[in-house]
């Protein structure tokens, strides 16, 4: 007759009716009924001592007692040991005061109410978010008139094309910023698959807003290369967007990892150097003129070395290696390092010989750095290669 577990106590009874706040929101939000809600007793004891003490400590913080809360619904009961009793059968949630006191949440509530009134009064299209997300609602309390203001200037004014600071919203300069999270879900809800560019990695350019763009560094390794394209430099840092209006289609590109082989490099002809600077070779798969020029990479001897050249190799699938083998390790072994732990055991855009090289550099930890082989040992390599190239 009874459930096999203990009798319930008044905490247990708050932890059952907090989980089901969010449910609770969601009915209120949908117009459902949702009360009376009721929790069985559980397994009463057969020790009388132990009954009464039960019961008593059920009664002492229910309504009767405290004037809100839970509600125990009792019946007569013969029993075989103590005659005719009154005993607990089930817990019993009335109203939604009752519940939202027995959680200490009646004032988070009554604020979801006023964001919930004010987000219905000037964006009603987010009425299925609301339903869907109501705890993200009470997350952002303080925050929905400024939040509110943003999502209807987008759209008014989708891909607006400007930086965050120069948006004439009322709000301060550092809101959207600090808010992206949150403005992301919300204008995917309001706005036009059109109004989205859905593969963008930030939300600047998910929206259609400008952003810092990251700074390319190369150097021209050919006066003859310079003087054709009207640069009167032969180093420069470019916006990506700038770089990529250069058109150097054609002509031959080296890049490499460290910055002082990068500003070592000797002159060749019809070529020009990039300085990777590690994982930022990344910044190079936006530039479509590089696919019609022969890409050399050099890099550390290291497992990271590797996952950049597979990386960029991703983009340019041309790209060569160079110094990046066995005979350059073995040569250079004394200088060899501790490295990074890598914990990747497959990368898809390295040629077998450099997959196993790279399997070797991770399971031994080893590194040897570009500026630890000698400046001799890496022109003449230089020079066989822009034989071929």
Same mark, same amino acid.
């Given at each position: 007759?009874? @459930?096999?577990? +203990? ?32 929790? #069985? ?26 004037? /809100? ?44 109410? *006023? ?72 204008? @995917? ?14 939300? @600047? ?6 952003? &810092? &763009? ?20 032969? @180093? ?29 490099? +000797? ?18 798969? *936006?530039? +479509?003129?590089?696919?019609?020029? #022969? ?21 340019? +699938? ?7 083998? &066995? ?41 040897? &750095?570009?500026?630890?082989?000698? /400046? ?14």
């Amino acid at each position: 007759m009874w @459930e096999s577990q +203990p009798v319930i106590t008044s905490t247990e009874i708050r932890q059952k009716i907090g989980r089901q706040y969010a449910p609770l929101l969601r009915a209120w939000l949908c117009g459902e009924p949702f009360f009376p809600l009721a929790y #069985p007793v559980g397994k009463l004891p057969d020790d009388y001592m132990a009954l009464r003490d039960a019961v008593q400590r059920l009664n002492d913080h229910a309504r009767g007692r405290r004037g /809100h809360g839970y509600v125990v619904e009792a019946r007569q009961q013969q029993t075989r040991k103590h005659g005719l009793q009154t005993l607990p059968v089930r817990i019993i949630v009335e109203t939604q005061q009752d519940f939202l006191s027995l959680i200490d949440k009646a004032d988070e509530f009554e604020r979801f109410c *006023r964001d919930v009134a004010l987000i219905r009064a000037r964006l009603p299209q987010l009425e299925a978010w609301l339903v869907q997300y109501p705890q993200r609602v009470i997350e952002q309390h303080g925050a929905w008139p400024d939040l509110l203001a943003v999502c209807a200037y987008f759209l008014e004014h989708p891909r607006p094309d400007l930086y965050i600071r120069e948006l004439p919203i009322a709000v301060h300069t550092k809101f959207i910023e600090q808010h992206r999270g949150i403005l992301r879900d919300l204008l @995917e809800q309001l706005l036009s698959a059109e109004a989205i560019e859905q593969d963008a990695g930030t939300f @600047e350019l998910r929206f259609g807003l400008r952003e &810092e &763009e990251p700074l390319i560094h190369l150097r021209f390794l050919d006066n003859q290369l310079r003087k054709h394209y009207g640069l009167p430099l032969s @180093e420069i840092s470019v916006p990506r967007s700038q770089f990529a209006a250069l058109a150097l289609e054609g002509q031959r590109c080296i890049v490499t990892e460290n910055k002082k082989t990068f500003l070592t490099l +000797p002159p060749f002809p019809d070529t020009f150097a990039i300085f990777g600077g590690g994982f930022m070779v990344q910044n190079l798969a *936006r530039v +479509p003129w590089l696919v019609e020029c #022969p890409i050399l990479y050099w890099g550390d001897l290291d497992a990271q070395g590797f996952q950049i050249l597979s990386a960029l190799r991703s983009a340019f +699938p041309h790209v060569t290696s160079v110094m990046m083998n &066995e005979t350059t390790l073995q040569a250079f072994a004394d200088f060899c390092v501790e490295g990074t732990l890598c914990t990747t055991h497959q990368l898809p855009y390295l040629t077998p010989a450099e997959h196993a090289l790279f399997l070797h550099l991770a399971g031994k930890n080893i590194r040897l &750095e570009q500026e630890r082989i000698s /400046h001799a040992y890496a022109l003449a390599c230089l020079r066989e290669r822009f034989q071929t190239v």
